[in-house]
T-cell receptor, first 113, second 120 residues
């Protein structure tokens, strides 16, 4: 069995400030990790993913996440946020036994001017 | 192209109505999914279709009836719903079906924009 914990349900931050959204997982086997973003009244969009190789992965809009196996974490970071980054962010995990996604509870990022 | 489309965007229905949600993908994916998402919650898996056959039903009430007419289309037929069924219904697809031993884990699930359903 696998599970995902997003430690913060809401993260308020001022525009241009750095942000970190935390994600921890548990699994007895190797995992693949994903961050999805959901803008208001929209579906989920893949932000970035870790499958193998370099533990630091980046998205096209300035987000990055680092896979830390020893701490079973996959925290999402951005050095300077914009108002348009306001959204719900979901961390998710799959293992190599199949293709079922397990989601964390989500973190609402609220960027204030 | 990584697009999954869903229609309609919004749907309001009474408890005695029959309606259908539609999902389409043209990426050649062999697995398609229905999720239900309540406000401020993560998506909850409802059904999985693998190679056009229902492979997973997460104990969903029979008032929800999925259908996969072909490899690109997925429908969700709704009948006699309850107000608590109001939610965002998301469709997703992936290249490989779930449970594929030794593989499938690296596949990304691509989500559609969802149908916002309100049951009066």
């Amino acid at each position: 069995a696998q599970s995902v914990t997003q430690l913060d349900s809401q993260v308020p931050v001022f525009e241009e400030a750095p942000v970190e959204l935390r994600c921890n997982y548990s699994s007895s086997v190797s995992v693949y990790l994903f961050w999805y973003v959901q803008y208001p009244n929209q579906g989920l969009q893949l932000l970035l993913k870790y499958l193998s190789g370099s533990t630091l992965v980046e998205s096209i809009n300035g987000f990055e996440a680092e896979f830390n196996k020893s701490q079973t974490s996959f925290h999402l970071r951005k050095p300077s946020v914009h108002i348009s980054d306001t959204a719900e962010y979901f961390c998710a995990v799959k293992n190599n036994a199949g293709n079922m996604l397990t989601f964390g509870g989500g973190t609402r990022l609220m960027v204030k001017p | 192209d990584t697009e999954v489309t869903q229609t309609p965007k919004h749907l309001v229905m009474g408890m005695t109505n029959k309606k259908s949600l539609k999902c389409e993908q043209h990426m050649g994916h062999r697995a398609m999914y229905w999720y239900k998402q309540k406000a401020k919650k993560p998506p909850e898996l409802m059904f999985v279709y693998s190679y056009e056959k229902l492979s997973i039903n997460e104990s969903v009430p029979s008032r929800f009836s999925p259908e996969c007419p072909n490899s690109s289309l997925l429908n969700l037929h709704l009948h006699a719903l309850q107000p608590e069924d109001s939610a965002l219904y998301l469709c997703a697809s992936s290249q490989s079906p779930p449970g594929l031993a030794g593989g499938g884990g690296t596949d990304t699930q691509y989500f559609g924009p969802g149908t916002r359903l309100t049951v009066l």
